[in-house]
């Protein structure tokens, strides 16, 4: 093992964006100033999902999860004083990624920027919004299409830009073995160049090639994880060189970002989540031939809710100390020739190899979503019951639990709260940007965009004409809409009864001895109010509760209050569970307690799921919920065993 020149670091970035746009670019400019290297914007769950922040979907989500953005003021103020031609802007977006990019080079000409030089990355991978995270705005083939009309672009006029992150990230957040994050990330790169493909001379696809990168995700098993990346170093130059005939090396460079797993951090002495992600970040750094291009690193207490912004420096510190004090940027690859990560490496592979071929037989990605979501649920399932079984340890959840207070938990709870007249004040600045602008403009704007999309033709051009234009996300999202529908996507969870009955005779037991009471099965309704897309707690409740004998209703993410209330008086449900993790919960938990009471239904029990501190577990009990469950209520036999007497005809009565 030889020492080397130095190499450079990964561009060390903070996943980062709150309530407002300017609260967002103050945020941004005291972290560069503080040594971050690049940006990483976190956009709002109406922004991502194509709605104006006074849309009704919109109610309760603006500013939550990340940053409302609305038009091009919006856009002008995030990145106010921060030059973007000497930037590297990474935004986590998807079914909007057209327009978000179209609004940044709106920006970045304002600016007087050369956009040819512009640096940085769209995620803009749709299929694993169908799989996990859920902001899909259109169906799959027109999705696709998009996609390739984002690289078609930036190939021609953003050469630097990185049109489409193929993201792993969310497939292992939702439960994703190492081999299905190989081979279902590997599938929709494959899916995303074949539609690249003819769209371009062949001498310029390997280059074409060469821009796609991907996003992934890096557990607690660090060594199986470290090994995974040296497999997608070696899947994809295959791919790229048998598939594709790309000749040159440089072209089928594995290029990716990293973010570590979110989904191993505890609620429970969160304190702990420090070592774990310093671990984690240890996969994609030590390897320096699977080393990633940027990381960034979620904060100790994600599990509790939004970090502030002391606790996003603490993960960039962690980054700056690795890469700046120690000698690990000095180094040759540590693991060349390691007998053991040769072997898992090639297992890795193999067993990716084989669920690619799978993918392949079923006609590729797009025609697989649905097979791969319910995959996806199974594992999730699988994962979660070595947890409860205890056969897989996790330091103070299942193990150790006794433990001192943290006392990093401060008088704030230790986290940020946004505070909720963030989404009134964004609604009348949205008021105001309408009133001012050019209404002749728009339309004509949004009529050359709509004729692109119905033509087939490129949108990019047209979309960032829309945007110097005025024109807002939700009537951009909303051309789209209307020319190549919406999609509701497959929720992995079948309401066929369940042969799953290892460890659940006794539920199963006390379901059907209820059912017996209520002369019917025990009807559980499971619902997802707001535009919260990670389903996965959502899925695997229902998922528990087929397999405890009820009879479940799941319809899957983005519901209304009233069409989740409507449902429930058509399928006359005994019980009422709502998901939500955007920090939403308390104004949309109120309307459908609300209408719950106007609709003669407040008899019906509703428990509430999500990441929910204290001081609002109570304030949702005061208005009539049952039960509140939080990360830490992770036995979900104890929760089906609270939905069983609650549904119990007895208990009902005795209120």
């Known amino acids: 093992m030889t020492q080397t020149q130095k190499d450079r670091p990964w561009l060390i970035r903070t996943y980062a964006g709150h309530s407002t746009a300017k609260a967002s670019n103050a945020l941004y400019r005291g972290n560069l100033a503080k040594g971050q290297t690049g940006l990483s914007v976190a956009f709002d769950l109406p922004t991502q999902t194509g709605y104006d922040s006074d849309h009704i979907l919109a109610r309760g989500e603006v500013g939550k999860v990340g940053v409302p953005v609305c038009h091009l003021g919006d856009m002008r103020v995030l990145f106010d004083q921060i030059p973007l031609e000497q930037m590297n802007t990474s935004m986590t977006i998807n079914a909007t990624a057209p327009w978000l990019l179209a609004l940044y080079v709106a920006v970045a000409e304002e600016q007087g920027a050369d956009v040819s030089k512009l640096q940085g990355t769209v995620q803009n991978d749709l299929i694993k919004e169908y799989l996990s995270r859920g902001t899909y705005v259109c169906p799959p083939k027109p999705s696709l299409k998009m996609i390739a009309d984002v690289a078609e672009y930036c190939y021609t006029n953003v050469p630097k830009w990185n049109p489409m992150n193929v993201c792993s990230y969310h497939l292992q957040e939702a439960g994703a073995t190492p081999e299905q994050e190989l081979a279902y990330a590997l599938a929709t790169a494959i899916a995303v160049l074949d539609e690249l493909r003819p769209r371009v001379p062949a001498e ?68 702990n989540n420090v070592y774990r992600i310093l671990i984690e970040m240890l996969a994609v750094t030590l390897s320096k031939n699977a080393r990633a291009r940027a990381v960034q690193l979620p904060a100790w207490n994600e599990a509790l809710g939004l970090p502030r912004p002391w606790d996003q420096q603490w993960s960039m510190r962690m980054q700056q100390i690795l890469a700046y004090e120690t000698d690990l940027l000095e180094y040759d690859d540590l693991f060349d020739g390691n007998p053991a990560v040769d072997a898992k490496v090639k297992e890795l592979k193999e067993g990716a190899r084989a669920e690619l071929a799978n993918l392949d037989s079923m006609g590729g990605a797009v025609a697989s979503i649905e097979y791969m979501k319910s995959r996806l649920v199974d594992s999730n399932a699988e994962r979660l019951n070595r947890i409860e079984r205890n056969e897989t340890v996790v330091v103070g959840v299942n193990k150790w639990i006794e433990g001192e207070a943290s006392p990093l938990q401060t008088d704030d709870g230790g986290i940020m709260v946004v505070d909720p007249a963030v989404e009134q004040e964004q609604i009348d600045r949205l008021n105001t940007w309408r009133a001012e602008r050019d209404e002749a403009a728009v339309a004509a704007a949004l009529a050359a965009l709509r004729e692109a999309a119905q033509t087939g033709a490129n949108i990019m051009e047209p979309s960032i004409a829309a945007a110097k234009a005025g024109a807002t996300t939700g009537e951009w999202a909303e051309e789209m809409r209307k020319v190549y529908g919406t999609y509701r996507g497959p929720t992995g969870v079948s309401g066929s009864v369940s042969n799953k009955t290892e460890g659940l ?129 992770f036995e979900l036999n104890s929760i089906m065993g609270d939905i069983v007497t609650l549904a119990d005809p007895r208990n009902l009565a005795a209120e």
């Open 204 to 271: 310029d696809f390997p280059a074409l090639c060469g821009r796609i990168s991907f996003f992934v995700n890096a557990g607690i098993r660090f060594v199986t994880e470290m090994c995974k990346m040296r497999a997608f170093v070696d899947l994809w130059d295959e791919i790229l060189q048998q598939r594709y005939g790309v000749e040159n090396p440089k072209f089928r460079r594995f290029r990716y970002g990293v973010q570590v797993n979110s989904l191993g951090l505890t609620e429970q002495q969160p304190e």
């Open 505 to 633: 005779d006794d539920l199963r037991a006390a379901v059907d001895a209820v059912s017996d009471k209520l002369g019917r099965r025990l009807k559980f309704l499971v619902g997802k109010p707001g535009l919260d897309g990670h389903s996965n707690g959502a899925e695997q409740i229902a998922f528990r509760a087929r397999d405890c004998g009820m009879d479940i209703s799941y319809e899957g993410i983005r519901l209304t209050p009233e069409e989740i209330v409507a449902a429930a008086s058509e399928d006359d449900a005994h019980v009422i569970g709502l998901s939500i993790l955007s920090g939403s919960h308390l104004p949309l938990v109120k309307d459908v307690m609300e209408r719950l009471r106007q609709a003669g239904l407040s008899h019906i029990p509703v428990v509430v799921g999500g990441i929910i501190p204290d001081e609002d577990a109570e304030k949702l009990k005061s208005m009539g919920v049952a039960k509140v469950y939080t990360p830490k209520n």
